[in-house]
């Protein structure tokens, strides 16, 4: 009990030192500026059909953001943080709190984790205040829950689905920037996927419609695309958990073997 406590206690530390760290970087500025810039992109695509239809914005500014935006955010952001240690050469000062490696990746995944369920919550605040002042007395309650429902399930499915793209790039040199390109590329490449039935289902990035309720799916597709995104964690925590079982102390070492 003594120990879990203060494991907790570490780990709880750390969550403090991240978050102090962020607030000097300027990373959180950029992230909230995308989302601002993507939203306005959106509307000003075609404000007169926003205008007139009830709730079509908060629906379309979804697949714009999932396609171009969350995951290639998401995944520069784990990777920063991850990345981080080594470029600014903090991690002698790190191995002074009493905790393992695996439980300061941990901790990294849980805010890249937060921070993916904030953008996509933002995105939803700034969606929702705009059809509000749009369409008053029309917008009704239902339709908010369900959008809620879905953005939030869009910021849990996009942390799952760049999830490993997050490790491998991580412990890189620049990795951060990799992650980036890379995650782009393969958020792309959902929107080919998302056409075709079989491919929606399993492409990770477009599962993340089908998890959400946001594309129309079977019970059973709806639960093979949840299966893909917890597979797509489970992968995550298994290669991190490898690198940490590596004799070197730079876990970076293991993306030699691959």
Avoid at 209 to 222: E, M
């Amino acid at each position: 009990m003594i120990q879990r406590r203060s494991t907790m206690k570490n780990q709880f530390l750390l969550l403090q030192i991240e978050w102090k760290k962020l607030r000097r970087s300027t990373i959180l500025l950029i992230s909230v500026f995308a989302v601002i810039l993507t939203a306005v992109f959106v509307f000003a695509a075609d404000p007169n059909r926003y205008t007139e239809h009830v709730g079509w914005y908060m629906d379309e500014v979804q697949p714009w953001s999932i396609f171009f935006l969350l995951p290639s955010i998401t995944a520069l952001f784990g990777s920063y943080l991850i990345c981080r240690e080594t470029e600014d050469d903090t991690l002698k000062s790190l191995r002074l709190i009493p905790i393992h490696p695996a439980r300061l990746t941990t901790v990294k995944l849980l805010l890249t984790f937060l921070f993916a369920l904030v953008l996509s919550l933002l995105l939803f605040t700034i969606t929702c205040l705009t059809e509000l002042f749009l369409h008053r007395t029309a917008l009704s309650f239902p339709l908010i829950l369900r959008m809620f429902l879905q953005y939030l399930s869009n910021g849990i499915g996009v942390f799952f689905a760049v999830s490993p793209l997050i490790a491998f790039c991580a412990f890189r040199k620049n990795g951060q920037w990799a992650a980036l390109i890379v995650t782009e590329i393969y958020s792309i490449g959902g929107l080919f996927a998302a056409i075709s039935d079989p491919y929606r289902t399993y492409y990770p990035i477009a599962a993340i419609f089908q998890f959400s309720g946001y594309y129309p799916a079977t019970l059973k597709n709806r639960l093979l695309s949840v299966m893909i995104l917890i597979s797509c964690g489970m992968f995550t925590f298994f290669f991190l958990w490898m690198c940490q079982k590596c004799k070197r102390e730079d876990p970076h070492h293991i993306l030699n073997m691959i």
